[in-house]
């Protein structure tokens, strides 16, 4: 077994595109930085983290143990906002267990955050870098409506946000909401509706991007620390799915909105005007959905509707076996 990272071999075609992953890991959210790491089609310019699924300390230091496991810890990560705009944070700890990423042993963090808050850090790399920016945000959109309002000057310096977050159907922190967008449904609805490309990675896609208990057990025999590492995790995650939903496996959410900007084809979206409920506790982050195009507006939003679960579970694959 080697220590360094394999590399997929690149592709022939445009040059590779930069991302900021925007998270707050979460065992879906570790996923999503793997394959953000490794392929080809994108460079991660930074890892940004947001309160979400645990508390702001414990989604920075569980994003550090993450590089740390993948031996990246080249990659900045920068703390953003410890709750949402508005409201009282609330984690999911009934998902993701107290640390937020529960289920396996990790690395002790080799390196610590920058000393540039989210907002700063990201401000400056989309201000330098050459080509437009695309930023995929993994948990509540607090950081991205941030950088938003304080710099509406990158607007054009952003190629697109590309978001896991939200529903057409069920909902799953409430019946009616997705949890990214329920956390702090003030920022969902400045970033859904800031004019810039987005496209939105929700429950109806992502339930469909499961992976089974065997299939994940099966990472353990891929020959890196990394497999183990993630079948332990995924062996956790898996409990919650089992006990809400007899389901046998889990979604692997946030690694679909990284899958959806390596523009390979995986996932088929369909442009939808959507708008985000702020005002009712009942139906709270609710991602209302105008299918039909009942309120004659333009579409603000291209929405993930299905995808190829065998090819996005082979480079969920890929990737372990490319980690140490
Ligand atoms: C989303 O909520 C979090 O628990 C996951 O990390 C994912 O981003 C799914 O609803
Ligand atoms: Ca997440």
């Given at each position: 077994m080697s220590g360094s990272v394999t590399t997929p071999a690149a592709p022939k075609g445009p040059a590779p595109r930069p991302i900021i992953l925007d998270c707050d890991p979460g065992h879906d959210d570790a996923l999503a930085m793997l394959l953000a790491l490794v392929?080809?089609?994108?460079?991660?310019l930074a890892v940004t983290t947001v309160g979400g699924n645990a508390d702001l300390r414990r989604t920075t230091r569980n994003a550090l143990a993450v590089l740390t496991l993948a031996g990246r810890t080249d990659v900045p990560v920068a703390m953003g906002a410890p709750g949402p705009l508005v409201r009282p944070l609330r984690v999911a700890d009934w998902v993701h267990g107290e640390s937020g990423l529960d289920g396996a042993d990790l690395p002790e963090p080799a390196a610590a955050p920058v000393s540039e808050g989210a907002v700063a850090l990201m401000a400056r790399l989309i201000g330098e870098s050459p080509t437009p920016v695309t930023l995929v945000p993994t948990g509540p959109l607090t950081n991205v409506a941030l950088l938003l309002r304080a710099h509406p000057e990158l607007r054009p310096r952003i190629a697109r946000i590309c978001l896991m977050g939200g529903s057409m159907g069920e909902g799953n922190?409430?019946?009616?909401?997705?949890f990214n967008i329920w956390v702090d449904p003030e920022a969902a609805a400045e970033v859904f509706d800031c004019g810039l490309p987005v496209a939105m990675m929700g429950l109806d896609v992502t339930h469909q991007a499961r992976v089974t208990v065997a299939e994940s057990d099966a990472?353990?025999?891929?020959?890196?620390r990394t497999g183990r590492v993630f079948a332990d995790l995924f062996r956790f995650f898996a409990r919650f799915h089992r006990d809400?939903?007899?389901?046998?496996g889990s979604p692997i959410h946030d690694a679909v909105a990284v899958a959806h900007v390596?523009?390979?084809?995986?996932v088929c979206t369909e442009p939808y005007r959507v708008d985000v409920e702020t005002?009712?506790?009942?139906?709270?982050?609710?991602?209302?959905?105008?299918i039909r195009g009942l309120l004659g507006r333009p579409p603000n939003v291209d929405v993930g509707?299905?995808?190829?679960r065998e090819r996005f579970l082979g480079l969920v694959r890929d990737a372990l076996a490319a980690f140490p």
């Amino acid at each position: 077994m080697s220590g360094s990272v394999t590399t997929p071999a690149a592709p022939k075609g445009p040059a590779p595109r930069p991302i900021i992953l925007d998270c707050d890991p979460g065992h879906d959210d570790a996923l999503a930085m793997l394959l953000a790491l490794v392929r080809p089609e994108v460079r991660l310019l930074a890892v940004t983290t947001v309160g979400g699924n645990a508390d702001l300390r414990r989604t920075t230091r569980n994003a550090l143990a993450v590089l740390t496991l993948a031996g990246r810890t080249d990659v900045p990560v920068a703390m953003g906002a410890p709750g949402p705009l508005v409201r009282p944070l609330r984690v999911a700890d009934w998902v993701h267990g107290e640390s937020g990423l529960d289920g396996a042993d990790l690395p002790e963090p080799a390196a610590a955050p920058v000393s540039e808050g989210a907002v700063a850090l990201m401000a400056r790399l989309i201000g330098e870098s050459p080509t437009p920016v695309t930023l995929v945000p993994t948990g509540p959109l607090t950081n991205v409506a941030l950088l938003l309002r304080a710099h509406p000057e990158l607007r054009p310096r952003i190629a697109r946000i590309c978001l896991m977050g939200g529903s057409m159907g069920e909902g799953n922190a409430t019946a009616s909401a997705e949890f990214n967008i329920w956390v702090d449904p003030e920022a969902a609805a400045e970033v859904f509706d800031c004019g810039l490309p987005v496209a939105m990675m929700g429950l109806d896609v992502t339930h469909q991007a499961r992976v089974t208990v065997a299939e994940s057990d099966a990472w353990a025999t891929l020959g890196t620390r990394t497999g183990r590492v993630f079948a332990d995790l995924f062996r956790f995650f898996a409990r919650f799915h089992r006990d809400r939903y007899g389901w046998d496996g889990s979604p692997i959410h946030d690694a679909v909105a990284v899958a959806h900007v390596l523009d390979l084809g995986l996932v088929c979206t369909e442009p939808y005007r959507v708008d985000v409920e702020t005002t009712s506790e009942l139906t709270r982050g609710r991602t209302v959905v105008d299918i039909r195009g009942l309120l004659g507006r333009p579409p603000n939003v291209d929405v993930g509707v299905s995808i190829d679960r065998e090819r996005f579970l082979g480079l969920v694959r890929d990737a372990l076996a490319a980690f140490p």
